[in-house]
């Protein structure tokens, strides 16, 4: 479901809940509530995956620029709405989850991260903080948190016994080289013994270890990983 269409089924339940509860109440709702966004990866990886040529279209940098104007538009339609509080994600090194590794094994032979999609990943992850930042000069009483996934991830990936997983580069559960086409739950699949030694449940999904870890950093990480603020100083503020 793309962003776009979200939005519009917010507009909808606002609206229902205005008729359920009153505009006051819901004016305090939506004021107080915090909008988590986990998006973009989509954007970045589909024309690796598919036989899109959207990428030939524009330059990387434009193509980064759409994406985060896209999310910037939608954060300034909530704001209309009643919405202050955001809370938002840069993005995994997107060159290393098993399916882009699995696309370097037939395109070079290599099992190596795909540096191509990490470049989309590290502009995406550079115009981010920057575009909120200006955004909420514009927008009064606009306040934010980012969590740095890219840093996150990318500290798994270099030690991961640290963080309890033995293996970073396969997927638990899926078919093909790595286990990385999600075709977990289909006719042909296979499955790992103990998913919670893995980073990655399929080819592009982490684990729910994983998100736990993520989770928490997010919630109350330290502002090295998750800044201005973090989740839990957003919830209170």
């Known amino acids: ?3 776009k269409t979200q939005l519009s089924n917010f507009k909808n339940m606002e609206k229902q809940l205005r008729q359920k509860l009153g505009a006051s109440e819901v004016k305090t709702l ?15 990886m589909v024309p690796f995956t598919s036989n899109s040529t959207v990428l030939q279209s524009y330059s990387k940098k434009e193509y980064v620029k759409m994406v985060i104007g896209n999310i910037t538009t ?8 009643g919405g202050r509080k955001f809370g938002l994600s840069k993005l995994l090194p997107l060159g290393c989850p098993p399916i882009s590794r699995a ?34 000069s514009q927008l009064e009483g606009c ?15 270099n030690n991961p016994s640290k963080y309890g997983f033995e293996e970073v580069k396969m997927a638990c559960c899926g078919s093909g080289p790595l ?13 790992c013994d103990n998913v919670s030694e893995y980073l990655f449940f399929d080819g592009i999904h982490p684990t729910e270890k994983a998100n736990y870890q993520f989770a928490k950093l997010m919630w109350d990480g330290s502002p090295k990983i998750v800044k201005p603020y973090n989740l839990k100083t957003l919830f209170e503020k």
């Open 74 to 81: 939608v954060i300034q339609e909530i704001y209309k709405i």
């Open 1 to 3: 479901m793309d962003l």
């Open 143 to 157: 306040t934010y948190s980012i969590f740095d996934a890219y840093t996150a991830g990318t500290a798994i990936f």
């Open 179 to 191: 286990r990385a086409s999600i075709t977990c739950g289909q006719k042909v699949y296979q499955l």
């Open 103 to 136: 696309l370097e094994i037939v395109r070079t032979g290599g099992s190596g991260c795909m540096e191509e999609v990490t470049v989309l990943s590290k502009l995406h992850n550079r115009a981010l903080p920057k575009a909120l930042k200006e955004l909420k």
């Open 30 to 44: 939506l004021s107080t509530a915090v909008y988590i966004f986990s998006i973009g990866t989509n954007d970045y």
